[in-house]
């Protein structure tokens, strides 16, 4: 059975996570984080496609990027992979592949979930128990989506321009958000959306990701069609 194509959009943003295989160590000392940002922005450069946040954990990663393109995601998550993966495999002297499989990914509907999914991917280190706040990740984008240390890597998103009518303001605004109390089923539709390979967004939002793409974004029913 071919495989289903990933929901993809210009200027759209995706949410993306990848894991290491047999959910094992993609990361082993501080320094295989700094190596894969390096190699990320250089990616997203070439790709094209702008990084509005991410995570590092021991064995998966997520981002949410906003692509130029239809095909900047898949070149940049192609190009991060196999540079990553050298670098481990000479630096550990190990072969094989690190990743599991390929990448999964879901179309963000920017004015309902966008905020949502930069949470959910910035609060990945609390939920995880690694930290009590997320500020005490060292590996993530909240750094600098909350407390604005440069970044060259970070670009954040139209709606994240809209918190507040100055730097601090923003700031401030997006440090408020992660205050709020958040319902898990709503995480779980990240999740859902994510492992899925379809769009995220409130009812009906997937109608024109679907007509954009030519294809439905949503999940397909589950059986088979009812006849007539």
Known sequence: MPR????????VPLHITQRGNNRLRCFFEDDDYRVYLYLLRAASLQAECRIHAYVLMSNHVHLLVSPKDELGPALMMKSLGQRYVQYVNRRY???????EGRYHSCLVHSETYLMVCQRYIELNPVRAGLVAAPALYAWSSYHHNAHG???KLVVQHEL?????????SRQSAYRALFDELIDPEIFRRVRKATRGNTALGAFGSEQPYSLLMGRLAAPNPVGRPRKG
């Open 4 to 11: 289903q194509p990933r929901p993809v959009a210009a200027d």
């Open 149 to 151: 240390p440069s970044s």
């Open 160 to 168: 994240y321009g809209r918190l507040g009518q100055d730097t601090a």
């Open 93 to 99: 002297a190990r072969t094989g592949t690190l990743w």
